[in-house]
């Protein structure tokens, strides 16, 4: 089962967690937690202005950061034995594992990539739909995460209907 994954961090130099998204790819598991306790002096420009203002909409997603790893890895264990996290950075997946630490949680099969997909037609208009919608905004860790969910189905049914003509 593949997990949608998507972070918001600090900075791009060093960067430390804000928040954590995650959704199955059948959309009937997700989890999301904000930080309470990440460094506000070290966002950047951007983080203030993009990505602050969105946060504490979610009832009781704010826990402190050591908090955090027993509420993935528990979420985790309530998952199939196999599971594929597939998110669109490197930086991601740097901070997944660094939450989940090493080894990886024994149910965690690896990743997948999305960044080829990034700039395929059916995967950005899918995305940009998603984020059409007023309440669901772009730089929102359990936002963005389901907006790579709706990519990869979209990417998905184009690539068997593509089968199917040929």
């Not at 990440?38 to 504490?56: A, E, H, K, M």
Request: proline share 5%; charged share 25%; net charge negative.
């Amino acid at each position: 089962m593949l997990i949608f994954l998507d972070t918001e961090f600090t900075n791009l130099t060093d960067r430390k967690l804000i928040s954590i998204g995650m959704v199955s790819e059948d959309g009937q598991h997700a989890f999301y937690r904000e930080l309470r306790d990440f460094d506000l002096d070290s966002c950047s420009p951007f983080v203030r202005t993009s990505v602050l203002p969105l946060l504490g909409h979610f009832h009781a997603a704010a826990v402190e950061s050591a908090k955090l790893p027993e509420d993935v890895r528990q979420w985790l264990n309530t998952l199939p034995r196999s599971l594929v996290i597939a998110c669109d950075s490197d930086w991601d997946w740097e901070l997944f594992g660094k939450i989940v630490g090493r080894p990886l949680p024994a149910n965690i099969a690896g990743r997948f990539d999305l960044r080829p997909l990034i700039d395929t037609t059916a995967f950005h208009k899918a995305v940009c739909r998603y984020h059409d919608e007023a309440d669901q905004p772009w730089h929102h860790a359990w936002h963005d995460a389901h907006a790579h969910r709706f990519g990869w189905l979209a990417w998905n049914d184009a690539r068997r209907r593509a089968k199917l003509s040929t």
